[in-house]
């Protein structure tokens, strides 16, 4: 018998190869009792994000959230897929419940919340959470700079 660990390592390269069916084929392999644990649930959320798959992806990273709450990679997923499907409302909803969380130490949760408040016409709480972003990481700056969701502010990032 395969054990979890191994799966989850073959899993792993086979996303970074591409090789999605694959991968979802040994994740399919896992155990019952062990497929809602956090390490299974962050490769399917790694499988069904590189798929964008985002229904699935949906699915899976709120029960990352829920399985493993100071996991920021369930939150971040979770909201990043509603906003795929054009769901920025809910996708804003889902961050500001893992601020309290994860505010302190994830920039790429500010980052996604300030693309949120642009794209749902607060440009104030835009400019400050992405203020807050890149302070934590300068390179937030960059990616501002040519981020569809943030182009009503390309004048705000480049000062």
């Known amino acids: 018998m395969i054990s979890t660990r191994r799966r989850l390592e073959y899993a792993s ?4 190869l591409g090789m999605h069916q694959d991968a979802a084929a040994e994740l399919g ?19 069904y994000h590189e798929t964008k798959e985002w229904v699935a992806l949906i699915k899976v990273a709120e029960a990352l959230a829920g399985t493993d709450p100071d996991e920021e990679q369930g939150w971040v997923s979770w909201a990043y897929a ?9 996708a804003q909803e889902v961050l500001l419940k893992a601020e309290v969380l994860h505010g302190k130490s994830c920039a790429v949760l500010h980052y996604n919340l300030a693309c949120y408040a642009c794209l749902l016409g607060d440009q104030m709480d835009a400019k400050r959470r992405l203020a807050t972003a890149i302070k934590m990481d300068a390179e937030f700056k960059n990616s501002a700079l040519e981020d569809p969701d943030l182009a009503v502010m390309r004048g705000d990032v480049k000062n």
């Open 13 to 16: 390269g086979y996303i970074g």
């Open 29 to 47: 392999l896992i155990e019952r009792e062990e497929r809602d644990s956090s390490e299974v649930l962050r490769h399917w959320v790694m499988l």
């Open 82 to 90: 509603l906003r795929e499907l054009d769901r920025v409302k809910e």
